[in-house]
C-alpha cells in the first residue's frame, strides 16, 4: 500500500503557502521506513526553502520516521499520514554565525589599539596592562575561531539569518567596541597607572596566570564533547573527565572564569558589563542543558553534577 502524506501549511508558510496542500507519495517504502527526512527531500525537491515539519505541537527530527510519529496522526493507520510545514525563511550556518560574531572584536580591538590618535585625539604611552588585555582578548576569540573552524561538531546545520546580527551584537558592541573603547584609552596609560595596583607587574601575571588555565580548560572541555560526537553525527553523549564531574558545561564555568581574569585586571566597567551580560546568558543556557542532560540520559547522568558552577548551580 503507497504511503500518502499530506503536508498543509501552518501559520508561517509564507512562500509555501501558494503550493500547499501538496500530497506526496512514497511507493517504495512503508510507513516503517519513510522518515520525516524522507518527506522533506521530496518537498524540498518541490520548494527549493527551508523548512520544518510538525505533527501536532513540535517541529520533528528527521530521523523519526513516519509511525514513529503516528501517535500524533490521527489517521496514520489508513497509510496516510498529515504533517504541517513551517517555513524557517533565510538561514545561514552555525559555523558562519560563530565566526562573525566574533571577527569582531578581532577586528575592533586592533583599529582601537593601533590608532589611539584616530580615537582618543591624543597621544600616549600604553601601560602594560592595555598591551596585556589586547594580548589576551586577541587570543581568546583566535582561539574561538580556530574551534569553531577545527573542533567544534554542530548538530544544527542552519538558523535564521537575523539571529548572525543579533549574535553578532553581543560580542562586537560589548566586547568589542566598549571593552576596547574603555580598556585602550589615555585614562589607564602608562602614566596614568603609574603606581597602581594595575601596573604592578606580580597583579598581572597573577590575572594572567588564571586567565591561561581558564582557557586551557576550556579548550579540553570543547575537546571533550567534540570526542563524543563522531563526525557526520548528530550523537550525543555524556561528558566525563576533568571539570564535568563537577558540572554539565565546564566551557561555560571555565569562559567566566577567564572574562573575571579580565574584569579583575582591568577593572573596567564595561568588562564589568560584558561579564554580566555573558554570565547571565550561559546560566540561561547552562540551566536548559543541565535539563535536557537529565531528562535524555535519566539516572545514568552523574547525581552530584551541578549545571555550570561546582557546589552551586
Ligand atoms: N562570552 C559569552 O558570552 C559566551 C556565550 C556563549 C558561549 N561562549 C563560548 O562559546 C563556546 C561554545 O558555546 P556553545 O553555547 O555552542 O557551547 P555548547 O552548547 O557546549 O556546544 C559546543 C559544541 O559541542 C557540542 N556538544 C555539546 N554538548 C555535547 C554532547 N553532550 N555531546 C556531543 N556534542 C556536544 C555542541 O553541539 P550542538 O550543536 O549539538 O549544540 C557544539 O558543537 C562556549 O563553550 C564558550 O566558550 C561565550
Not at 496522526?73 to 533565510?90: E, I, M, Q, R, Y
Not at 568589542?176 to 597583579?203: D, E, M
Request: include cysteine; hydrophobic fraction near 45%; glycine fraction near 6%.
Amino acid at each position: 500500500m503507497p504511503v500518502n502524506v499530506t503536508i498543509k501549511p501552518a501559520g508561517r508558510a509564507l512562500a509555501l503557502a501558494k503550493g500547499l496542500p501538496v500530497i506526496l507519495t512514497f511507493d517504495e517504502k512503508t510507513a516503517e521506513q519513510v522518515t520525516i527526512g524522507d518527506v522533506k527531500s521530496a518537498l524540498q525537491a518541490k520548494f527549493p526553502r527551508k523548512f520544518s515539519l510538525e505533527g501536532s505541537k513540535n517541529a520533528l527530527d528527521d530521523e523519526k520516521t513516519l509511525i514513529e510519529t503516528s501517535s500524533e496522526n490521527k489517521s496514520a493507520a489508513s497509510g496516510s499520514f498529515t504533517l504541517t510545514v513551517k517555513d524557517l525563511g533565510p538561514q545561514v550556518s552555525w559555523r558562519t554565525v560563530f565566526l562573525v560574531e566574533y571577527a569582531g572584536p578581532l577586528i575592533i580591538h586592533p583599529l582601537i589599539y593601533l590608532f589611539p590618535q584616530v580615537f582618543y585625539r591624543t597621544t600616549f604611552e600604553h601601560s602594560q596592562l592595555q598591551t596585556l588585555t589586547y594580548v589576551l582578548v586577541l587570543l581568546h576569540f583566535l582561539k574561538r575561531e580556530l574551534e569553531t573552524l577545527f573542533v567544534h561538531r554542530f548538530s544544527h546545520a542552519t538558523m535564521p539569518l537575523r539571529n548572525i546580527f543579533k549574535n553578532s551584537a553581543h560580542y562586537h558592541i560589548l566586547s568589542g567596541i566598549l571593552l576596547a573603547g574603555g580598556v585602550y584609552g589615555p585614562w589607564y596609560s602608562r602614566k596614568a597607572l603609574a603606581g597602581s595596583l594595575r601596573a604592578n607587574p606580580t597583579f598581572l601575571a597573577a590575572c594572567t596566570g588564571v586567565w591561561l588555565v581558564a582557557e586551557a580548560l576550556n579548550f579540553h572541555a570543547h575537546l571533550t564533547v567534540r570526542n563524543l560526537r563522531p563526525a557526520g553525527t548528530k550523537t550525543r553523549g555524556i561528558p566525563r573527565g576533568g571539570l564535568f564531574e563537577l558540572v554539565s558545561v565546564p566551557n561555560y564555568f571555565t569562559e567566566v572564569v577567564a572574562w573575571t581574569a579580565i574584569t579583575v585586571m582591568t577593572q573596567s566597567p564595561f568588562a564589568v558589563l560584558f561579564l554580566v551580560v555573558s554570565t547571565g546568558q550561559m546560566a540561561i543556557w547552562a540551566a536548559k542543558k543541565h535539563r535536557g542532560y537529565k531528562k535524555e540520559f535519566g539516572s545514568n547522568y552523574p547525581k552530584g553534577r551541578k549545571a555550570m558552577f561546582p557546589f552551586i548551580f
